[in-house]
């Protein structure tokens, strides 16, 4: 085959299976590579729907699943220099580059004869079934394609785009009056007002002062980062009323960057366009590829979970008061965090430095290659030096294969430290999915964190919540490499399902197993001691109340509002009633408050998808005691067999919920989650 000239769109060679030249990598040629790939893949997708043959699955949804390989190539070196390369300079290209391609997917899935090709090969499906990969591929072919209006008349059509570019001009909109609030809103401080504030923030505060012309003065920003510290710490009580009212009340003062007229219009335009669908609310429609499927189901798992969750609001009220009562107050909601802090100090008080001493990045590297032989029967090995291209000199690459067979898996590409340019966070990413139907390719995958690189020779130390988090992303990780799945849009993530395989990958952090070998003091080489553990998970259902409150207040509203009929609603009000109704907690709010919900309208990604959180998290904690009370717990091998077989494997290849019910034998039930989070399960 002709290799096209451009670097960036030639097929990966040399070994495992092929790997990306990021060594090759050069800015100037990115522009001119998308307008090829995009040419190719516009001409490959004409020929699928001009083929004058009658459509079947072979030459319509199968070319489909071929098609566009040298865009996803090219994708692959794109994501990374977005983010892990960033520079003025990519950013620039970019810009010119996000609507391009964003028109380019726009014009495959209105390509009429296209869809009529994946709607005939459905249809015949829906009479004589194909094999469940075939069948479900197309399924989800159809779906994707029907969910976005191409199935419509043209007069509906029409309608239809029309309503999205109302809908995407609202969303930058709301979003624009959020970040002007943000900006628009400073709380000052005179260095006599910074009573009980850590010395960090002090700092920070001071030059946040500085920043906005006010030397030798201090300074609150209206944003969480900024709010958050100032809550817990300041003793400064009327300064707290006013940072919280300020940062509460974003898209809300009734001026020019006010919110409610913006959510009325998004709530009608979203209910328009899915009643042209044929569907009665935007959440229904939303959750009908989702392991949740309905809005009742999505409803019937908060509200289990919300009577427990404001009850231990009322007692963490009360612990609260009895030291409240001392300042002679009444705890408002600018009071909660202040008071929390107190009780935890009393209560769980946990030297985090202490914990970060038995925290060494290199041992849980080890400890995770030991999980992931354990439960997958994967084994990691550094390629040697210089075989693979990296795109930074820090990245670490390992070779994934089966224990057992040696055969190989993949490769994985370790990105750990902080520089310039590099996004914050930590994530996980794939170059190359798994797939057979047209001979098997191997998983190229990566993690990604943002730790300080060490002087050499120095260890690295992280904290609890970073050990965790690089678990987690490891869990995504693991959840590409056992992929067994026959065509790629099998291989596909499920929104309120993809998080659960890697949180549930964190419950191994505390493993007996590995604290005993990985979990060692840097210097003395001692395992954590029992104590410490003991303290750090009880610190873990600290202040379940208030987080659990906060949290499904705001996504029980997002679906509400998404069920409402939104002719004559008035978000304010609403937003009041309903919260009166469920008996919201006077003393905390929700953790988004709707003129300032951006998960849900700024966009669409999280609207009716704010549960999923909580979704993955039931799903977490039932699963994690299968586990423990399995006869060899954690390390259980027929549970482990299970756990790849049902839940990573099949990644979307079975339905996400059928997939469960053969791992636990039944449904997830809350009972679970409401242990972990410390609230009583009723009988
Ligand atoms: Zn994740």
Request: proline share 5%.
């Amino acid at each position: 085959m002709r290799q096209p000239e451009n670097v960036l769109l030639q097929e990966w060679t040399g070994p495992y299976g092929g790997v990306p030249t990021f060594d090759k990598m050069d800015l100037s040629l990115l522009k001119p590579a998308f307008e090829e790939a995009m040419a190719d893949n516009l001409e490959e997708i004409d020929k699928i729907a001009n083929n004058p043959d009658d459509p079947t699955f072979e030459n319509t949804i199968a070319e489909m699943e071929r098609a566009g390989a040298m865009l996803d190539r090219l994708y692959t070196y794109y994501g990374i220099w977005s983010s892990n390369r960033s520079s003025p300079e990519f950013r620039e290209i970019q810009k010119e580059l996000a609507p391009v391609l964003s028109a380019h997917s726009s014009k495959i899935i209105q390509n009429e004869k296209l869809f009529q090709r994946v709607k005939a090969v459905w249809q015949a499906s829906q009479e004589n079934p194909l094999e469940p990969a075939e069948q479900r591929t197309v399924q989800l072919t159809y779906e994707s394609f029907a969910m976005q209006g191409a199935d419509l008349d043209e007069a509906s059509k029409k309608r239809y785009a029309e309503i999205n570019q109302e809908l995407s001009k609202l969303y930058t909109s709301f979003s624009n009056n959020i970040l002007a609030d943000e900006e628009g809103y400073v709380v000052f401080f005179s260095p006599e007002q910074t009573g009980g504030l850590p010395a960090s923030y002090i700092n920070s505060s001071a030059k946040a002062a500085a920043d906005r012309g006010k030397e030798g003065m201090h300074a609150v920003t209206n944003t969480r980062s900024s709010m958050d510290p100032f809550l817990k710490y300041s003793d400064e009580r009327a300064l707290r009323e006013q940072v919280w009212k300020n940062y509460y009340s974003r898209g809300d003062n009734g001026d020019e960057h006010d919110n409610n007229q913006n959510i009325i219009d998004i709530l009608k335009l979203r209910r328009e366009r899915v009643a042209i669908l044929g569907y009665d609310n935007y959440a229904e429609w939303r959750l009908q590829n989702r392991m949740a499927k309905t809005p009742e189901n999505a409803m019937a798992m908060m509200e289990a979970v919300w009577p427990a969750a404001i009850a231990r609001v009322s007692e963490e009220v009360a612990e609260m008061q009895k030291i409240a009562d001392k300042d002679g107050i009444s705890i408002e909601p600018w009071d909660y965090r202040y008071y929390a802090e107190k009780v935890r100090k009393a209560k769980y008080d946990l030297n985090s430095d202490e914990v970060k001493q038995y925290l060494q990045l290199d041992k849980l590297t080890e400890a995770m290659f030991f999980v992931a032989g354990e439960l997958f029967n994967f084994k990691f090995t550094p390629v040697p030096a210089g075989s693979v291209p990296v795109f930074h000199e820090d990245v670490q690459v390992f070779e994934v294969a089966d224990k057992d067979s040696g055969k190989f898996i993949g490769l994985w590409y370790l990105d750990a430290y902080a520089r310039k340019g590099k996004r914050s966070g930590a994530w996980a990413t794939m170059y190359r999915s798994y797939s057979t139907f047209d001979g098997e390719k191997t998983v190229l995958a990566s993690n990604n964190s943002n730790f300080v690189k060490p002087a050499p020779g120095d260890p690295l130390l992280v904290s609890w919540d970073d050990a965790t988090t690089f678990f987690h992303e490891f869990g995504h990780a693991l959840h590409f490499y056992s992929s067994n799945v026959k065509y790629p849009t099998l291989g596909g993530g499920v929104r309120d399902y993809t998080e659960f395989q890697s949180q549930l990958l964190e419950r191994w952090l505390s493993t007996d197993e590995v604290i005993n070998n990985y979990l060692v003091h840097y210097e003395s080489g001692e395992p954590m001691p029992d104590e410490l553990i003991a303290k750090i998970k009880a610190a873990s259902t600290f202040n379940q109340g208030f987080a659990t409150t906060e949290y499904l207040a705001s996504a029980l509203m997002d679906m509400y509002y998404h069920l409402a009929d939104p002719a004559d609603l008035d978000p304010d009000q609403f937003e009041k009633e309903t919260l009166a109704e469920l008996k919201m907690p006077k003393e905390l709010v929700m953790r988004h408050r709707s003129p300032h919900f951006g998960h849900v309208f700024s966009g669409e990604g999280y609207a009716t998808a704010y549960y999923g959180y909580m979704w993955a998290d039931v799903l977490t904690a039932d699963a994690a005691e299968a586990f423990r009370e399995a006869p060899d717990g954690f390390y259980d091998k027929a549970m482990a067999e299970k756990l790849v077989q049902y839940l990573f494997a099949p990644r979307n290849s079975i339905d996400p919920a059928e997939a469960y019910r053969l791992f636990r034998g039944r449904d997830a039930n809350i009972e679970a989650l409401m242990r972990d989070r410390g609230f009583p399960v009723g009988e």
